[in-house]
């Protein structure tokens, strides 16, 4: 449990005296608990994880944490995808009927239609990611 407190702590980027004064105790005792000489209390494992934004699970071993990829879409993504799934479909709804070898698109049909749109703009802004993202920037 230890290693995984100090992985996660040096991940953030924060100093054992940061932590402990969160969790309103001294340094040495946070190295301790670093260490694996002591065992945290639960009320201040949840404090921990709460610190460096995990769950209790993963500091106890019952889980594994699985890193984000920097291609994985973020929420700002999803939010951009939906905007242009909904004006494509809001286009299509209003500048003629949709129609299928001469048959308008019946609500199945159309909901088929959405998915797959939503579908391909997922794997186009992933491959634009990974293409475009500089080396630097990767994980």
Known sequence: ???RIKTLRKKAKLTQKQV???LGMG???FGHIENDRVTP???DLQKIADILDTTTDYLLGR???KDRQYFELTDKDERD???KLEAMMNDLDSDSSLSFMGEPMDDE???LLRISLE???RMSREMAKKKFTPKKYRK
Do not use: C, P, Q, V
Request: glycine share 4%; no cysteine.
């Open 119 to 121: 579908n391909t703009l």
């Open 27 to 29: 340094s040495s005792n």
């Open 1 to 3: 449990m230890g290693l």
């Open 20 to 22: 402990a004064d969160h």
């Open 41 to 43: 209390s639960s009320s």
């Open 81 to 83: 995808i939906a905007k």
């Open 109 to 111: 049909d159309r909901e």
């Open 63 to 65: 889980s594994i944490e």
